[in-house]
């Protein structure tokens, strides 16, 4: 198996993407690594090491591994905002490709700054005028972008997902309750402070309330898929918390626990022992004096209603399709399934699409985990190869 | 090692055909991936068959498609000339090292000896019916799901219908969400047929696996009742009834099913634990072949060229064993490659003259990286070194050194002292590469705080820090020393982070026998993308040190 003279477009810079784009360059490969945000890493290189005093296999360092490997390899070329155009196949596809508009949150001082060091650059202007002082080494986001034509003998798409928009459980209050985070939010403060807190006063809270599935296995939404990776995210960050601070009152609210880790029943059994497990949805959550939040929820043994006050409550929202899949399953001629995720035609090798020569990788197939994305990215990897074989 | 400079290297011709050990889904599977991309396959069963056909539902369940392939699967290996499948045949032992292993095999004929480059294992699950948990003894109306999998296979499955069956899942076993991807497809296979109904007990519900809620809310919808439930149901011990607390109508229930069907645990192969010894590979939690450490997925075991695919090394449905499959050939294509490898030839390198044979390298190498010749001496294989240099470190006659990192090289680092605040309280930090290297790489360029006269020196891995190298900053000036390390369970060397735990308890000693305070000398565990992490380590040191002054030696 070699790919040697071979040309190869993966879609996406996220941990599948950059998974798929290393090993295809292993292989001898040339990758043309197409992104439409500023940066590389997707979602999961913004997230933090969940460790206590050991490691808890969430994987967020792989992500910043895998990155080092990517942007150290001349076989891969990176196309930071740029998306695909347009797509034509005729034994190769011929691939237009143009600069993407990325949604940027418009930060205070007109300078966006990547999550890692490897990050290349690290920093993107987005508003000169608003910039008090430029970074060393920062790029203006105008000079960002690929606009021109290629030609590449298969594709991988690992284009990603979107995070589940909490505002859309209203009663909720995400982004009108300064203590009311999402994960996503919790990995962000994590990783830059070190340290769980509040956002409204940046002290430690004391009671921290996780509600599980928000966005998940929620048949009113008709999101009928459980997202596999909150339950793993929110207890590795609830047993941290407990940790670093064992006076810290932990209460969790489920409808299922799911498994993660290879010796999940012990995990699972510490964090029980340590922490309330409470299974219900809550109701709802309005603000009570010191930013603190009030919930409403339904008791489990007796079915009353009962309130609780947290300093902080985190929802675990989960994994959604990306809007962009509807665009992309027309472009690349490949079906979307129920769940608007993309679909493979092979139900034992979900790689597979109805357009040969196109695979696809990670949570724009269906919601995964960092070392599940990296196998699948593998997986796709191997399929292109045998592609190649077949079709030199 | 990426600073490698070509003239260090040196081409080693290797052989190419690997060895698959086990004949099921994914050993087949494997065996042929390994073939299509050109290597030579022997592929080992110790039953008498291949493809698992003696029991078809071991662990594809009731999954057509799966069964289908398997059987195309099974014709596809037999015409294949390149694999060469022994069954009834058991391996016995390997020596060396990746690209040139030697094998035997106990087959039905004799023993074999094999020359092969890789190994990838493929064993099976095995499922342990849990009716004893329930109190429960198997009969015509207690069923394990095996069972009830073979009934709906077969022609009698129409025994079932009108028939009211109840399942139990979770409260044996936490379980996992293969179990419960069998349940339920047992549960709707269940209701296809005329007239039956259905209850579920269940604990947690393991809907983590793709298609399975929607498989959850089919069954509802079809007539399928699930009781959630945070204990053991009470059951007669005759099955014959079942109650309960419903939790939404909160009232005491009975049931009088036809049909329990009981959960099973998946188990890991009891063939694991003496492949493991044979092949010196770690065994993970619950006797899987992989510990659970990040660097070794997918299918990494601790041993370069020995792979560990599907059910060998954890639960897994058939998609994800297939995906490690898939994986594994891309890590024998990478390994393999056309025969020839280049590697440099001062990985780590052994001075035979200083060398006393006292075995403390060949016990200590996590990768199993270190064998004997023929002339009874030993060889480091430049193939399978990882250059960790824990061996170095731990050579009582310092008779081996790593790469870009021998003794003399770090010595002199410590020595040399370019720092621009050469007045600042003096700290040196021992970084491995793969964490808290990257982590200090990290601070810098995101401007976190860092003492003035930091001096941080990459390691390979935290075990290759000497006890040595630590008292020579001591003695060199050094304020205050740091060893950083990866996490417990995150070290690509499996444990170099717990043996640079214990230098710095023995170092520890040894300052206080010196009269230093122990405090100037502190043990780190950090991950890569802990760049605040590593900044309040060293901060904090240095504060500790502000507290004590000047180290005694630093004149």
């Known amino acids: 198996m070699s790919t040697e003279n071979n040309k190869i477009m993966v879609i996406g810079g996220g941990i599948a993407g950059l998974t798929a784009a290393w090993e295809l360059s292993r292989l001898g490969a040339s990758v043309e690594l197409v992104e439409k945000t500023c940066f590389l890493g997707g979602h999961a290189i913004g997230f933090c090491c969940k460790a206590t005093d050991e490691c808890v296999q969430c994987g967020a360092c792989s992500v910043e591994d895998m990155l080092k490997k990517v942007v150290g390899e001349p076989g891969i070329t990176v196309h930071l905002a740029t998306e695909v155009d347009k797509i034509g196949k005729n034994g190769i596809f011929s691939v237009k490709l143009k600069k993407s508009s990325p949604t940027v949150n418009m930060p205070v001082d007109g300078v966006i700054k990547g999550y890692s060091k490897n990050n290349d650059p690290l920093y993107v202007v987005v508003d000169k005028d608003k910039a008090a002082q430029i970074p060393e080494g920062a790029v203006d986001l105008s000079e960002l972008g690929t606009t021109g034509e290629l030609e590449v003998d298969a594709v991988i798409l690992a284009s990603g997902f979107q995070p589940f928009n909490a505002e859309i459980k209203k009663t909720y209050g995400y982004n009108q309750f300064k203590n009311v985070i999402t994960g996503m939010d919790l990995e962000r403060i994590k990783r830059q402070y070190g340290d769980v807190i509040r956002p409204s006063d940046k002290k430690q809270p004391e009671t921290i309330a996780f509600i599980l599935c928000v966005g998940s296995r929620d048949e009113r939404l008709g999101n009928l898929w459980c997202s596999q990776v909150c339950c793993p995210y929110a207890l590795r960050m609830a047993n941290d918390i407990k940790f670093k601070n064992e006076e810290a009152d932990i209460s969790v609210f489920y409808m299922d626990i799911q498994n993660f880790g290879k010796n999940f029943p012990d995990f699972y059994e510490k964090c029980q022992s340590s922490m309330n497990f409470i299974r219900t949805i809550p109701v709802d959550i309005f603000p009570v004096e010191d930013d603190k939040l009030k919930m409403r929820y339904f008791n489990e043994e007796d079915g009353q209603s009962v309130e609780n006050v947290f300093d902080l409550v985190v929802l675990a929202v989960g994994i959604t399709p990306d809007p962009d899949n509807k665009n992309l399953a027309k472009l690349l001629e490949i079906g979307l399934n129920v769940d608007g995720f993309l679909g493979g035609i092979d139900p034992l090798n979900r790689t597979r699409t109805a357009n040969e020569g196109v695979f696809i990788a990670g949570t724009v197939e269906g919601p995964k985990s960092i070392a599940g994305s990296m196998a699948q990215a593998g997986q796709a990897a191997a399929e292109v190869m045998k592609y190649l074989e077949v079709n030199k | ?555």
């Not at chain 2, 400079?5 to 991936?33: F, H, P, Q, R």
């Not at chain 2, 298609?211 to 509802?220: F, H, K, T, V």
């Not at chain 2, 058939?318 to 490659?337: F, G, Q, R, S, Y």
């Not at chain 2, 900053?473 to 417990?488: I, K, R, S, W, Y």
């Open chain 2, 1 to 555: 090692m990426s600073e490698m400079i070509l003239s260090d290297m040196e081409e080693i011709k290797i052989n190419t055909d690997v060895l698959v050990v086990g004949g099921g889904y994914t050993g087949l599977k494997a065996a042929k991936g390994i073939s299509d991309s050109g290597y030579s396959v022997v592929l080992i069963e110790s039953d008498t068959i291949i493809g698992g056909e003696k029991n078809p539902l071991s662990f594809i369940g009731i999954d057509v498609t799966a069964q289908d392939e398997l059987k195309r699967l099974v014709d596809d290996v037999a015409a294949d000339d390149a694999v060469n499948v022994l069954m009834n045949t058991r391996l016995v032992s390997a020596a060396g090292v990746p690209g040139d292993f030697t094998i035997r095999l106990a087959t039905s004929d004799g023993d074999l000896e094999k020359k092969i480059g890789a190994i990838v294992v493929a064993t099976n699950f095995s499922n342990k019916p849990l009716s004893g948990a329930y109190g429960l003894s198997l009969s015509d109306s207690v069923l394990t799901l095996s069972q009830l999998e073979y009934l709906l296979s077969g022609s009698d499955r129409d025994r079932l219908s009108n028939k009211t069956i109840a399942f139990m899942v979770g409260f044996a076993q936490e379980g996992d969400a293969l179990v419960m991807e069998r349940i339920l497809s047992n549960v709707l296979a269940v209701e296809s047929i005329g007239g039956c109904t259905t209850y579920v007990f269940a604990g947690n519900l393991k809907v983590a696996s793709d298609g399975l809620e929607r498989a959850y809310l089919e069954s509802r919808d079809k007539g399928a009742t699930y009781f959630k439930l945070k204990t053991m149901p009470t059951i007669s011990p005759d099955g014959e009834s079942i109650s309960f607390i419903d939790p939404v109508l909160r009232k005491k229930m009975e049931l009088s099913p036809d049909v329990i069907v009981i959960e099973e645990e998946i188990l890991a192969d009891e063939m694991n634990p003496l492949l493991a010894a044979i092949l010196r590979i770690d065994v993970g939690p619950g006797g899987f072949l992989q510990t659970d450490n990040i660097h070794r997925f997918p299918v990494q075991s601790n041993r370069e060229g020995i792979f560990v695919i599907g059910g060998t090394r954890d639960v897994q449905n058939i998609p994800t064993a297939l995906m490690d499959v898939e994986n594994a050939v891309l890590e024998i294509n990478h390994l393999l490659k056309d025969g020839k490898i280049v590697v440099p030839k001062n990985k780590a390198v052994l001075d035979i003259g200083k060398c006393t044979f006292c075995i403390t390298c060949y016990r200590l190498c996590p990768h199993g990286a270190i064998y004997w010749d023929n002339t009874n001496k030993p060889v480091i294989s430049p193939v399978a070194c990882q250059g960790c240099g824990i061996c170095a470190s731990d050579c009582p006659m310092d008779a081996i050194q790593i790469g870009n990192y021998s003794d003399a090289e770090i010595m002199d680092k410590i020595k040399s002292n370019g720092s621009a605040a050469p007045d600042d309280l003096r700290i040196v930090a021992f970084c491995c590469q793969n964490s808290a290297y990257e982590a200090g790489l990290m601070a810098d360029a995101f401007q976190m705080e860092t003492p003035a006269n930091l001096q941080v020196i990459k390691v390979p891995c935290a075990g290759k820090v000497d006890l040595d190298y630590i008292m020579k900053a001591f003695v060199e000036g050094a304020d205050g020393v740091l060893v950083m390390a990866c996490h417990p369970g995150n070290c690509k060397s499996e444990k170099g982070n717990t043996y640079a735990e214990w230098r710095v308890v023995d170092a520890h000693r040894m300052l206080e026998e010196t009269g230093l305070e122990k405090e100037r000398l502190g043990f780190v565990t950090l991950a890569s993308n802990m760049g605040i992490g590593f900044s309040s380590a060293v901060v904090d040191l240095e504060n500790r040190l502000k507290a004590l002054g000047t180290s005694p030696f630093n004149k």
